[in-house]
């Protein structure tokens, strides 16, 4: 019964209520309103057979809410509080933009980070799916607004919905640990990296990811291994710093702690540098505002890369 009654609620008659509640007078709350008393009475008749009982007392000053009338009101300003959220969380500029990234500790998330330090009043809901496919499902269903990928795609297997930009090239990295034959290096070529074993037991074979270190390692002969049980980025860290034939690669941008006694070393991979090819992918129908704000801080923020001096795959 209790569901029953919900459904038959009038949020304009609620909307009365509370204006007379809060006016005193049927002719004021009317005036508020734009409606006449008449409309006014008529939606408190409704209302009061709708909950059962009266809601107003006549007085000679105007209307007081009866005992149920007071009860009811502190309900009815939350039932009109949530028909303003419902009606925000859709209002194009009042919605939190909500963005996919392929990691929370790598580099899109550290770029949105940056978005949000620079425009702070937009409210942004970041969520992790597991790949590119994931991604551009719930892109096309409006699940997510926007999602930080390498897409694989070309351009003519693309959905014709979906849109792609490159966002930025994040230059891929080597980490040693401390007695590594490269752990003294400044910098490494990726031919000076053939023979070495790169550990990366993160790849999971069928994604984005999986598919640019394929491309790496057959561009330049790399050996990459991802054998092994994934236990994440701690244990990886921990096996590497004690190690003296394992590597592994990681983003310029990656965020990575680890114990002052590992002594890991980051040594950037120069002629050519590898790089991950990170675009901004949406759908074409997309109206939400805060894209585009979105969009002009990657076009000031990325970082300026020379082509000459880079590799991507081929499908990038």
């Not at 992790?128 to 694989?152: C, K, N, P, Q, Y």
């Not at 910098?187 to 000076?192: F, R």
Request: proline share 7%; no cysteine; aromatic share 6%.
């Amino acid at each position: 019964m209790a569901t029953r009654i919900v459904a038959d609620v009038d949020l304009d008659a609620v909307r009365t209520f509370v204006a007379i509640a809060d006016a005193g007078r049927f002719q004021d709350a009317a005036t508020e309103l734009s409606i006449t008393q008449q409309a006014v009475s008529k939606r408190i008749a409704a209302l009061e057979r709708t909950v059962g009982v009266r809601l107003f007392a006549r007085t000679p000053r105007g209307a007081e809410p009866t005992v149920d009338g007071r009860a009811f009101l502190p309900h009815a300003r939350e039932l009109l509080r949530a028909e303003a959220r419902a009606f925000a969380s859709v209002r194009a500029g009042h919605r939190a933009l909500r963005v996919d990234v392929i990691g929370r500790g790598l580099a899109p998330a550290v770029l949105l980070r940056d978005f949000h330090r620079a425009r702070p009043e937009i409210e942004l809901d970041v969520v992790t799916l597991f790949d590119a496919d994931a991604a551009m499902e719930a892109i096309r269903s409006g699940t997510v607004d926007a999602s930080f990928r390498a897409v694989t795609m070309t351009g003519r297997r693309l959905p014709g919905d979906i849109e792609v930009s490159r966002a930025f090239d994040e230059p891929v990295q080597l980490l040693t640990g401390p007695a590594h034959a490269l752990a003294g290096v400044r910098t490494v070529t990726p031919a000076e990296l053939v023979g070495h074993r790169i550990w990366m037991p993160g790849i999971v074979p069928g994604t984005e990811w999986a598919a640019y270190y394929d491309a790496l390692a057959a561009a330049f002969g790399l050996t990459i291994e991802s054998s092994g049980p994934d236990f994440g980025v701690e244990p990886l860290l921990d096996t590497v710093a004690g190690s003296r034939s394992l590597a592994t690669l990681v983003g310029e941008q990656t965020r990575l702690v680890w114990p002052a006694g590992h002594d890991l070393r980051r040594i950037p991979v120069r002629n050519p540098t590898p790089v991950y090819p990170h675009s901004l992918v949406r759908h074409r129908d997309n109206r939400h505002p805060a894209l585009t704000a979105l969009r002009d801080h990657l076009g000031s923020a990325r970082p300026g890369l020379s082509d000459a001096g880079t590799w991507t795959p081929a499908w990038a």
